[in-house]
């Protein structure tokens, strides 16, 4: 609220409490005429918090560049933990057809048709046994028996074989048998 004092105009600052004339608070078309299109806040208040503003942001600003240069240099590191492949020989390759479940169709279960390709892959005195299950739709898979064939093993069952398009085909490692 405007106040008249010793014949000059002012107020109160909003911030420091502190009366001054009309000419120490920044102009602001968005106040009222009753507060002299005047900002609320004296321009020194209005300094000060502006400066620990602008502090702020440079701060949050160097934090943000460090945490981009950390992630930077995390990708870099797992781009050297690239995925390892080792080469074996696939010494057989067995498909089955079998029932991936059912289906309820009008009432009645009818069975979902599908493939289960067994694998036996043999690296060094091992031989793994691996299973795809698939569907009508599913990947194929395209080795021949003999070849040889890139995979790697992950944790728990799985593995992955790479195949000729350098995708993967992940199957579940279902038994390992040392050869004599």
Known sequence: MIETRNGIRGKVCSTCKQWKPLDAFP?????????????C????CHRKIAGRKRAATRTI????????ALLFLIGIAAAKDKLTYETGK???LS????TRGFLVVGGMAAPVPGK???FQIQLGDLVY??????????????WVVNDPIEFRTDKDDKAFLKRSDGKELE????KKVRQQ
């Open 116 to 118: 289960l390709y067994v």
């Open 171 to 174: 199957v579940v490692v279902v």
């Open 27 to 39: 102009t602001d078309p968005t106040h009222p005429p009753s507060q002299g299109g005047r900002h």
């Open 95 to 98: 498909v089955q057809d079998v």
């Open 61 to 68: 600003g160097s934090a943000i560049s460090i945490l981009a």
């Open 41 to 44: 806040r004296c321009k020194e």
């Open 129 to 142: 046994f691996a299973e795809y299950k698939a569907g009508k739709h599913s990947y194929k898979p395209e």
């Open 90 to 92: 696939l010494i057989d």
